[in-house]
């Protein structure tokens, strides 16, 4: 099984910041990458950011520009710098990555305003 942590979310005016951080724990893959989502209630769960084993990222056209995607290996943590936030990212943010029992696991997410 593997575990997955989330942290960082909170209150936060329009036009600030935010860092989230993934921890994971357990027995995960050593070929898969991690993923962000985010979901409003009611709303459809949407797909934020990508970070592969090797680095390699890929960003939602609604975030790229303002987030970034990076990973410590030597925490097992990946982590969501969020920039020049506005209203309408806020949400639930949850990571999802596959263990090595090939099934995929999710955090239980964080939540973020983005509020005056």
């Known amino acids: 099984q593997v575990q997955l942590v989330e942290s960082g979310g909170g209150l936060v005016q329009p036009g600030g910041s935010l860092r989230l951080s993934c921890t994971a724990s357990?027995?995960?893959?050593?070929?898969?990458?991690l993923d962000w989502y985010r979901q409003v209630a009611g709303k459809q769960r949407e797909w934020v950011s990508f970070?592969?084993?090797?680095?390699?990222?890929s960003y939602a056209n609604s975030v790229k520009g303002r987030f970034t995607i990076s990973r410590d290996k030597a925490k097992d943590t990946v982590y969501l710098q969020m920039n020049s936030l506005k209203p309408e990212d806020t949400a639930t943010y949850s990571c999802?990555?596959?263990?090595?029992?090939?099934?995929?696991?999710w955090g239980k997410g964080t939540l973020v305003t983005i509020s005056s």
């Open positions: 357990g027995f995960t893959s050593n070929s898969c990458g």
């Open positions: 999802k990555t596959c263990g090595a029992d090939g099934k995929d696991y």
């Open positions: 970070i592969s084993r090797d680095g390699r990222t």
